[in-house]
């Protein structure tokens, strides 16, 4: 059944839950408000029977009067706390997690993008590596990027700023060339027989592993030969 609080979607199915957040602006913030709703449907995930969540974001919220834009766009500011809660929920969690990339990902969505397990999309979205104040650190996560293209390209996207394609983000390691639903759908089939526990010590595994997020796009591979 779908549930909806505002500007966040949930729609939960055997085994995996669909998370569809909007963004507060263009700047692509999320406000305190939504932060304080991700945490929590994150948090009801760990201890349920998830195995996959994924994220899509949808473009910014036109129902939101500017004024409310104005404050809101103050509270992601004030709300990095909140952010960085998400994140360490994903980095820490028994379940896979995907993101959808709809158009531009940018600021703390991009934030939200990286610390999942991979990254998908249209052939036409972007991934924006802008210095923005809705980041949860005025910056995108460097370590993390470091961690999933390396030192050297790490740095390279975040001193030039980058605008990668999707094309050049799948080039790089960043993000996948497959189509979503596709992707999906393998991810969904594959977690089927294997217990959450399981899916911990992988992912604990391939994230303190040396240039770890490099060999995560092998995992389905892996666990379609196990099951």
């Given at each position: 059944?779908?549930?909806?609080?505002?500007?966040i979607?949930?729609?939960?199915?055997?085994?995996?839950?669909?998370i569809?957040?909007?963004q507060?602006?263009?700047?692509?913030?999320f406000?305190?408000?939504?932060?304080?709703?991700l945490?929590?449907?994150?948090?009801?995930a760990?201890d349920?029977?998830?195995k996959?969540v994924?994220?899509q974001?949808?473009?910014?919220h036109?129902?939101?009067?500017?004024?409310?834009?104005i404050?809101?766009?103050?509270?992601v500011?004030?709300?990095?706390?909140?952010?960085q809660?998400?994140?360490?929920i994903?980095?820490q969690?028994?379940?896979?997690?995907?993101?959808?990339?709809?158009?531009?990902?940018?600021?703390?969505?991009?934030?939200?993008?990286?610390?999942?397990d991979?990254?998908?999309?249209?052939?036409?979205a972007d991934?924006?590596?802008?210095?923005?104040?809705?980041a949860?650190?005025?910056?995108p996560d460097?370590?993390?990027?470091a961690?999933?293209?390396?030192e050297?390209?790490?740095?390279?996207?975040?001193?030039r700023?980058?605008?990668l394609?999707w094309?050049?983000?799948?080039?790089?390691?960043l993000a996948?060339?497959?189509?979503?639903?596709?992707?999906?759908?393998?991810?969904?089939?594959?977690v089927?027989?294997?217990?959450?526990q399981?899916?911990a010590?992988m992912r604990h595994?391939?994230?303190n592993?040396p240039n770890?997020?490099?060999?995560l796009s092998r995992?389905?591979?892996s666990?379609?030969?196990?099951?």
């Amino acid at each position: 059944m779908q549930r909806s609080t505002g500007l966040i979607t949930t729609e939960p199915s055997p085994l995996m839950l669909r998370i569809t957040v909007g963004q507060a602006d263009d700047s692509g913030g999320f406000t305190g408000t939504i932060m304080e709703e991700l945490c929590r449907v994150l948090a009801n995930a760990l201890d349920g029977s998830t195995k996959l969540v994924v994220f899509q974001s949808t473009t910014p919220h036109s129902s939101i009067s500017p004024s409310e834009k104005i404050t809101e766009h103050t509270a992601v500011i004030r709300h990095t706390t909140q952010i960085q809660m998400a994140l360490e929920i994903l980095r820490q969690a028994a379940f896979f997690s995907i993101f959808v990339a709809e158009g531009e990902t940018k600021g703390s969505v991009l934030d939200l993008a990286l610390a999942c397990d991979w990254r998908v999309g249209a052939k036409s979205a972007d991934l924006c590596f802008s210095r923005d104040p809705t980041a949860s650190k005025g910056l995108p996560d460097g370590e993390r990027l470091a961690q999933l293209v390396g030192e050297f390209s790490a740095l390279d996207v975040l001193l030039r700023q980058r605008k990668l394609s999707w094309a050049e983000a799948s080039r790089i390691g960043l993000a996948l060339p497959d189509t979503p639903e596709d992707f999906i759908n393998g991810i969904h089939k594959a977690v089927t027989d294997i217990d959450k526990q399981s899916i911990a010590v992988m992912r604990h595994a391939v994230r303190n592993a040396p240039n770890a997020d490099n060999q995560l796009s092998r995992i389905p591979d892996s666990l379609s030969v196990a099951v």
